[in-house]
């Protein structure tokens, strides 16, 4: 099962992420605020980062350079913030994705799944069948 960390202080918004996300099965943890969020992306257990950029502690800028700089997973910022230059910074500093809020958890759960499965493929994790039948062959 995918662990997906979702760094969000809006705990109603991160609820929906998380139900949304869920439903679908994944399984999910929310961190509250920057501080938290950075400690536990640092465990290195999560297979994707949904990252808000405006949090209490420490923002979402900080945090992307912060993974970036130790961890190669796939993370999508999802922000309030509309401007080119906040796209543009956060996307410069490493997000696979830039969500701006208000958005459809669908869309959401989507983005999640399409970045998930290029990650896999990009990096060779993508799931392979343990025997190959070609013919009469079989590896």
């Known amino acids: 099962m995918k662990k997906i960390l979702i760094i969000e202080d809006e705990i109603t918004i991160a609820e929906l992420e998380k139900d949304y996300l869920e439903f679908e099965g994944f ?3 929310i961190a509250g ?3 938290k969020g ?3 992306a640092e465990s290195g257990v999560y297979d994707l980062i949904v990252l808000d950029l405006m949090l209490p502690g420490m923002n979402g800028f900080e945090i992307l350079k912060k993974i970036r700089s130790e961890h190669n997973i796939p993370m999508l ?3 309030a913030r509309t401007e080119d230059a906040d ?3 956060g996307l410069g500093l490493g997000a696979d994705d ?3 809020k208000p958005f459809s958890p669908s869309e959401l759960v989507a983005r999640v799944k399409s970045h998930l499965a290029t990650y896999e493929r990009l990096t060779g994790k993508e799931k392979r069948p343990e025997t190959l039948h070609i013919r009469n ?3």
């Open 27 to 29: 399984s999910v943890d």
């Open 33 to 35: 605020d920057g501080i």
């Open 38 to 40: 950075i400690q536990m």
């Open 77 to 79: 910022m999802v922000s």
């Open 87 to 89: 796209k543009i910074r």
């Open 98 to 100: 830039y969500i701006t």
């Open 137 to 139: 062959l079989t590896i």
